[in-house]
């Protein structure tokens, strides 16, 4: 089935998750990680497969020789600020597709599956993850991998109100812990990025974010030549008629562009 019919199957039917390539459970939740990167993969790009690199690398460092990494790459077809727009889902959807085999075969030892939610919370896509992907939710270790502008809207009291924020974000607290990178960011310089759990856990930021969260995120100095990586980036310079985007995009994503655009005639983006 193309992903576009999956889509219109997904949407169709009120569902709020499914897994479309890759296997769909763990069994052996022991020695297992799940790293889970939930984006909107319009475009996949370089910024996407480094939070999973580093991630691998992180985990790999400070867990026991045995561990297996699992990564879900996970679309949300509705976003937490945006206004619903079905316009490339399907589009994305096979560029995930092109970003899990690139990953399967550049990353050792990893597996790799792709879902969309409809979740736009990470609190409540994170409810799915669970029940649908782990046949057994005993001891096993998911981490969301994000950049620090998302880290710091998961915080934000502002999408969970009426409940306060320590409330909401209780249980899935209990378990969840976020692996997050730094980005170039004209409001937040990198000292701030850096230190954001740290400066959690010394109770900067109480009594809006509980300091016993600061220890389940995970701070990251990203590389240069990753962290002004963005999607928007992509989309300008390649609408613009860019297309030497290989610094940016991985060359079976910038190949899946090219062939789409020139199927349209047009930047698969306008
Ligand atoms: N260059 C990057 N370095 C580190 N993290 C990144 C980078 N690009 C994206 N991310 C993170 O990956 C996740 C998914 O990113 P998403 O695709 O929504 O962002 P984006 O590339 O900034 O997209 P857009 O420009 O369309 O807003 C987010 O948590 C985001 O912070
Ligand atoms: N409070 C939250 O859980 C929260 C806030 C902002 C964005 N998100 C999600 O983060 C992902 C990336 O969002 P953007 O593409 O807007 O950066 C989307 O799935 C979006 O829905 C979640």
């Known amino acids: 089935m193309s992903n576009k019919h999956i889509l219109q199957y997904f949407v169709k039917n009120s569902k709020t998750f499914q897994i479309i390539d890759g296997p769909i459970n763990i069994n052996n ?22 939070l999973i690199n580093k991630a691998v690398d992180y985990y790999r460092d400070i867990l026991p020789q045995d561990t297996r990494f699992h990564v879900l790459l996970l679309l949300a077809i509705k976003n937490a600020d945006k206004a619903p727009k079905p316009a ?32 736009g919370k990470f609190v409540d896509k994170d409810k799915d993850v669970k029940e649908l992907f782990f046949t057994a939710f005993k001891n096993c270790r998911i981490a969301y991998l994000v950049g620090f502008d998302t880290i710091i809207r998961i915080m934000d009291a502002k999408y969970y109100v009426p409940t306060p924020l320590s409330v909401a974000l209780q249980e899935f607290m209990q378990h969840a812990e976020f692996f997050c990178l730094t980005r170039d960011d004209d409001n937040n310089d990198i000292k701030k990025q850096i230190n954001y759990s740290s ?34 980036i992509v989309r300008k310079q390649f609408s613009d008629g860019k297309r030497n985007l290989l610094n940016e995009v991985p060359e079976p994503i910038l190949q899946y562009l090219v062939n789409e655009s020139d199927t349209n005639g047009k930047s698969i983006f306008l």
Do not use: Q
């Open 29 to 50: 939740t022991e020695n297992e990680v799940l790293l889970v990167l939930d984006s909107s993969f319009n475009p996949a790009h370089w910024g996407h497969y480094t």
């Open 88 to 119: 490339m889902f399907p589009e994305r959807m096979d560029m995930m597709c092109i970003l899990a085999n690139f990953i399967r075969k550049t990353l050792e030892d990893v597996n790799v599956s792709v879902g969309i939610t409809s979740h």
């Open 199 to 232: 400066d959690i856990t010394e109770g900067r930021y109480e009594p809006a974010i509980p300091r016993n969260w600061g220890s389940k995120i995970h701070s990251v100095l990203n590389d240069n030549k990753y962290s002004y990586i963005s999607s928007s």
